[in-house]
């Protein structure tokens, strides 16, 4: 964490300073808005949490609630969103509260006695160890919390607006904030109408999307026909693991059981089986101990003796899928920059069971937000708003396939199985892609080709900079060097140097030279002369020697730039590797060295040699706008 270069701190070094649209911030919802967020779910509140980074934008998120949210809906967070924690600055807190799940129990049938269940197998959460991160259970309330928090502690000092539910929308093919929605209030002040006027609008407002329906586009796709009923309980049981994750097949039905925090509470997806096609969604009105007495069949021979249900919800499996996630026609859309964007489930839906909803509309949002970001700021042209659907639509409808097949399995009688181990095997297919890491974003201005892969095979371009230990010169201490990288809307440059030492006439000291005065390098030519050195690109370096052998005094200029009011020289951006750790063998980094560029978003976005200065200007020339 770095404090003081603005002057001495002594109070929460994690509340920032008020700065432009924090300054004095209103009460009442403004008439004009930079970005209205519509709902304060995942999605939007990561998007307006990125966006309150921004001092010079003024970002709004109004939700139809009341108040915060209390129970239920999502519960399974996935490494990858884990890893985004850690950007915002509360990952170590929600691994402290939430539950720890380590791996995943089957139950089937009993040969000898089919009405019971017996314990067959268990494999491992991660056998692949693809994160250094768990896989965790917790309210999602809590996780909008820690948003919440974020927001509130940032320059911006954003708190979401309850209370508010859209009504219209509309947007003006001319004008500085050419969208225009009609809100209502809710609750005490039912009925008052508000006009707000945007210059974008993001509708994050849920499966029955109000600013969806305001575009005029569809969720397309299938419904399985197939009902789960979800609770959160709590019990007296003997079920042995009931404190584990389990996929339980039995004659009466499946369940998957997921713990969850507190080191009481466990949910429960029960199969409810198939619905008929005239059923009209009479099964979502199943009543709840029918739900419970269907459980304890499955569970038999043990004991499930309910003493209370927090929440509980019926649902048919979904998946659908809009056609794309912007307000921009897909045919005639030449010259067209969006202006209204969905995210989260107005964008796509699929099944609760494989823990995607919540985990995949948060990267939803953290795709998006820098993005506006960036443009409304002037840092980069218009045109990177269309990456946004181009991105994200893929990957929903990547989702949805891989979604489909797991249900698809968890929805098998065991008997349809050749052998348990089948089941075992398409649950572990599936695990790298559920944890959020099989995302990888095409070429595009922001995603370069794989040209120079080789030199990193380890950060393959378009997939999330994976993280590692390296040594922290200045004050020896080990360090994950991805978890450095934080919310704050800033490009990662990383220089994997060469086997020269620091100092020595080196492709790291000539691209240090670079980097420092050439008025094509990032730091001259694309950072404002008004702000500090690193403010829009940070720059790191990783030399393959011990610590011992960096001479900190020797590394170039580039990477220990001036911050802050006095001026002051950041040290911290200054790695050694481990001998125990060695970040170039993990991550197949060429011993010749290798530059590796990671957007906002912490998604590689280029791998390049030390020696390629001009394509590393061309690069960012494709998305960059030069500043004075």
Same mark, same amino acid.
């Given at each position: 964490?770095?404090?003081?270069?603005?002057?001495?701190?002594?109070?929460?070094?994690?509340?920032?300073?008020?700065?432009?649209?924090?300054?004095?911030?209103?009460?009442?919802?403004?008439?004009?808005?930079?970005?209205?967020?519509?709902?304060?779910?995942?999605?939007?509140?990561?998007?307006?949490?990125?966006?309150?980074?921004?001092?010079?934008?003024?970002?709004?998120?109004?939700?139809?609630? $009341?108040? %915060? +949210?209390?129970?239920?809906?999502?519960? *399974?967070? @996935?490494? !990858?969103?884990?890893?985004?924690?850690?950007?915002? /600055?509360?990952?170590?807190?929600?691994?402290?509260?939430?539950?720890?799940?380590?791996?995943?129990?089957?139950?089937?049938?009993?040969?000898?006695?089919?009405?019971?269940?017996?314990?067959?197998?268990?494999?491992?959460?991660?056998?692949?160890?693809?994160?250094?991160?768990?896989?965790?259970?917790?309210?999602?309330?809590?996780?909008?919390?820690?948003?919440?928090?974020?927001?509130?502690?940032?320059?911006?000092?954003?708190?979401?607006?309850?209370?508010?539910?859209?009504?219209?929308?509309?947007?003006?093919?001319?004008?500085?904030?050419?969208? $225009?929605? %009609? +809100?209502?209030?809710?609750?005490?002040? *039912?009925? @008052?109408? !508000?006009?707000?006027?945007?210059?974008?609008?993001? /509708?994050?407002?849920?499966?029955?999307?109000?600013?969806?329906?305001?575009?005029?586009?569809?969720?397309?796709?299938?419904?399985?026909?197939?009902?789960?009923?979800?609770?959160?309980?709590?019990?007296?049981?003997?079920?042995?693991?009931?404190?584990?994750?389990?996929?339980?097949?039995?004659?009466?039905?499946?369940?998957?059981?997921?713990?969850?925090?507190?080191?009481?509470?466990?949910?429960?997806?029960?199969?409810?089986?198939?619905?008929?096609?005239?059923?009209?969604?009479?099964?979502?009105?199943?009543?709840?101990?029918?739900?419970?007495?269907?459980?304890?069949?499955?569970?038999?021979?043990?004991?499930?003796?309910?003493?209370?249900?927090?929440?509980?919800?019926?649902?048919?499996?979904?998946?659908?899928?809009?056609?794309?996630?912007?307000?921009?026609?897909?045919?005639?859309?030449?010259?067209?920059?969006?202006?209204?964007?969905?995210?989260?489930?107005?964008?796509?839906?699929?099944?609760?069971?494989?823990?995607?909803?919540?985990?995949?509309?948060?990267?939803?949002?953290?795709?998006?937000?820098?993005?506006?970001?960036?443009?409304?700021?002037?840092?980069?042209?218009?045109?990177?708003?269309?990456?946004?659907?181009?991105?994200?639509?893929?990957?929903?409808?990547?989702?949805?396939?891989?979604?489909?097949?797991?249900?698809?399995?968890?929805?098998?009688?065991?008997?349809?199985?050749?052998?348990?181990?089948?089941?075992?095997?398409?649950?572990?297919?599936?695990?790298?892609?559920?944890?959020?890491?099989?995302?990888?974003?095409?070429?595009?201005?922001?995603?370069?080709?794989?040209?120079?892969?080789?030199?990193?095979?380890?950060?393959?371009?378009?997939?999330?900079?994976?993280?590692?230990?390296?040594?922290?010169?200045?004050?020896?201490?080990?360090?994950?060097?991805?978890?450095?990288?934080?919310?704050?809307?800033?490009?990662?440059?990383?220089?994997?140097?060469?086997?020269?030492?620091?100092?020595?006439?080196?492709?790291?000291?000539?691209?240090?030279?670079?980097?420092?005065?050439?008025?094509?390098?990032?730091?001259?030519?694309?950072?404002?002369?008004?702000?500090?050195?690193?403010?829009?690109?940070?720059?790191?370096?990783?030399?393959?020697?011990?610590?011992?052998?960096?001479?900190?005094?020797?590394?170039?200029?580039?990477?220990?730039?001036?911050?802050?009011?006095?001026?002051?020289?950041?040290?911290?951006?200054?790695?050694?590797?481990?001998?125990?750790?060695?970040?170039?063998?993990?991550?197949?980094?060429?011993?010749?060295?290798?530059?590796?560029?990671?957007?906002?978003?912490?998604?590689?976005?280029?791998?390049?040699?030390?020696?390629?200065?001009?394509?590393?200007?061309?690069?960012?020339?494709?998305?960059?706008?030069?500043?004075?």
């Amino acid at each position: 964490m770095k404090y003081h270069h603005h002057g001495y701190v002594s109070h929460d070094p994690r509340i920032q300073a008020p700065a432009g649209a924090g300054i004095d911030r209103p009460e009442e919802l403004p008439d004009r808005v930079d970005v209205l967020v519509v709902g304060a779910g995942p999605a939007g509140m990561i998007t307006a949490a990125q966006l309150s980074q921004f001092p010079g934008i003024v970002t709004r998120i109004v939700d139809r609630r $009341t108040g %915060r +949210l209390e129970v239920g809906l999502a519960d *399974g967070l @996935q490494p !990858r969103s884990i890893e985004t924690f850690e950007a915002f /600055g509360f990952a170590q807190q929600l691994i402290a509260e939430a539950c720890v799940v380590t791996e995943t129990i089957f139950w089937k049938a009993d040969p000898d006695k089919p009405a019971d269940i017996v314990r067959v197998s268990r494999v491992a959460e991660d056998p692949h160890d693809v994160s250094e991160y768990p896989h965790l259970t917790v309210n999602q309330a809590r996780v909008l919390d820690y948003f919440a928090e974020f927001m509130a502690h940032a320059p911006t000092r954003m708190t979401p607006d309850y209370g508010y539910e859209l009504q219209s929308l509309t947007v003006a093919e001319t004008g500085d904030y050419p969208v $225009t929605v %009609r +809100l209502a209030h809710v609750g005490d002040a *039912g009925g @008052q109408e !508000r006009i707000v006027h945007a210059r974008y609008v993001v /509708g994050a407002d849920g499966g029955r999307s109000s600013v969806r329906k305001a575009l005029g586009l569809a969720l397309h796709g299938v419904s399985s026909n197939h009902a789960w009923g979800v609770m959160d309980l709590l019990a007296d049981t003997d079920f042995p693991d009931v404190r584990i994750k389990c996929a339980i097949q039995s004659e009466a039905g499946n369940i998957l059981l997921i713990p969850r925090e507190g080191g009481f509470l466990f949910r429960l997806y029960v199969d409810l089986g198939e619905v008929c096609a005239q059923d009209g969604g009479a099964i979502r009105n199943m009543p709840l101990d029918q739900i419970i007495g269907r459980a304890q069949r499955i569970f038999h021979p043990y004991r499930l003796d309910v003493r209370e249900v927090a929440w509980h919800s019926v649902y048919e499996v979904g998946h659908r899928l809009c056609d794309h996630f912007d307000d921009v026609p897909q045919a005639g859309a030449q010259g067209r920059a969006p202006r209204v964007f969905i995210a989260g489930d107005a964008a796509h839906t699929h099944s609760a069971k494989a823990g995607q909803g919540m985990n995949a509309s948060m990267q939803d949002g953290f795709n998006l937000g820098w993005k506006l970001g960036h443009v409304l700021e002037g840092r980069c042209t218009v045109d990177l708003l269309s990456t946004y659907s181009a991105e994200r639509q893929q990957i929903g409808q990547d989702l949805i396939d891989q979604d489909l097949r797991w249900a698809t399995q968890m929805a098998k009688s065991a008997e349809a199985f050749a052998s348990h181990a089948e089941f075992e095997q398409a649950y572990l297919r599936i695990t790298e892609f559920a944890q959020g890491f099989m995302t990888q974003y095409g070429p595009s201005m922001i995603t370069a080709a794989a040209t120079h892969q080789a030199l990193a095979a380890g950060y393959p371009i378009g997939k999330r900079f994976r993280s590692a230990e390296v040594m922290r010169v200045a004050d020896v201490n080990r360090q994950h060097l991805g978890h450095e990288a934080k919310a704050d809307g800033r490009w990662r440059i990383y220089v994997f140097a060469d086997a020269a030492h620091a100092g020595e006439d080196s492709p790291v000291a000539a691209l240090g030279r670079w980097l420092d005065e050439s008025p094509e390098s990032p730091i001259r030519g694309y950072t404002p002369a008004s702000q500090d050195e690193n403010a829009w690109f940070d720059l790191k370096v990783i030399y393959q020697q011990d610590y011992a052998a960096v001479d900190i005094g020797r590394v170039p200029r580039a990477f220990l730039p001036r911050v802050g009011t006095h001026g002051l020289i950041d040290l911290e951006n200054v790695y050694a590797t481990l001998a125990d750790q060695d970040i170039f063998r993990l991550r197949g980094i060429d011993r010749q060295g290798a530059i590796v560029i990671v957007r906002p978003d912490q998604y590689v976005a280029n791998v390049l040699p030390l020696t390629a200065t001009d394509e590393l200007a061309g690069f960012i020339r494709t998305f960059a706008s030069r500043q004075q």
